[in-house]
């Protein structure tokens, strides 16, 4: 089996937390699947949320998010220390609030220089994969891919063509993991660098009717992990990858 690799980057990134919207906003710590989905739709010049027309034509989901919620992707984080920091900056437009002299001011929490390797299964050869390997593969993309918003451009280099394989017996996973897969974890005898162990809760897919998030707990770590199947695991090159 084959699939598409490419790495992503930025000097800054925001994935806005939406339950908490009140004089700061703030970020998840790594990027999730419905915003990776986005930013290929942004690549493919599928519309977003500001096009969805739910009034006058019920569609469901957003173009891109219709279009591309059934890819099966893994996200491998390059940084293990996560950099986060307070931005505080002016948006005096006017109509962006009723504050007193039209100056909001927004505080919002940046990640900083964040990266990371995203693989793509190529398992169904339908025509809208191929059409998004051919433009990864060329870097042709119709709109600018963004970070969350766009204040961070996003940068894709390094993107190629590997060969995975499914694989039945690991305890090593390099990629997020979604935690309910997990049946133990465990601290490992011997361990390149230092031990670590992000967990947080992620957007994994949209609600039909809201569309709000639905959300799974995600991990990422170099503890040793006894799966509960070997489903969605597969091996590339000297990683094991979680596809979701």
């Known amino acids: 089996m084959k699939a598409l690799k490419f790495n992503l980057s930025g000097q800054t990134a925001f994935f806005k937390k939406p339950d908490v919207n009140s004089y700061i906003y703030f970020t998840y ?11 290929l739709g942004a690549i493919l010049g599928l519309e977003g949320y500001n096009q969805q027309k739910r009034k006058i034509n019920p569609s469901i989901y957003p173009e891109f998010y219709e ?15 996560l950099t986060k920091k307070i931005q505080v900056f002016n948006n005096s437009v006017g109509y962006a609030s009723f504050e007193e002299g039209g100056n909001l001011i927004i505080k919002e929490q940046w990640l900083e220089n964040p990266e990371w390797d995203i693989y ?13 390997e ?3 593969l060329k870097y042709h993309f119709t709109y600018i891919p963004y970070l969350g918003k766009n204040d961070h451009i996003a940068n894709v280099k390094d ?8 694989i039945e017996d690991t305890y090593e996973i390099h990629s997020l993991i979604d935690k309910a897969s997990i049946e133990t974890i465990s601290q490992p005898q011997r361990v390149r660098g230092e031990y670590f162990k992000y967990e947080e809760r992620l957007p994994y897919k949209l609600e039909k009717i809201t569309n709000q998030y639905i959300y799974q707990k995600f991990l990422h770590t170099n503890f040793n992990l006894k799966l509960q199947c070997f489903k969605d695991i597969y091996r590339c090159n000297d990683l094991n990858l979680f596809f979701f």
Do not use: A, C
Request: glycine share 6%; aromatic share 0%; proline share 2%.
């Open 120 to 132: 793509i299964l190529l398992d169904n050869g339908s025509g809208l994969l191929k059409t998004l």
């Open 29 to 39: 710590s790594n990027i999730h699947k419905v915003s990776l989905l986005g930013i």
């Open 67 to 81: 279009n591309l919620k059934d890819l099966k992707i893994s996200i491998v984080p390059k940084n293990i220390s």
């Open 159 to 166: 993107v190629e063509i590997l060969d995975i394989e499914n």
């Open 134 to 136: 051919e433009r990864l």
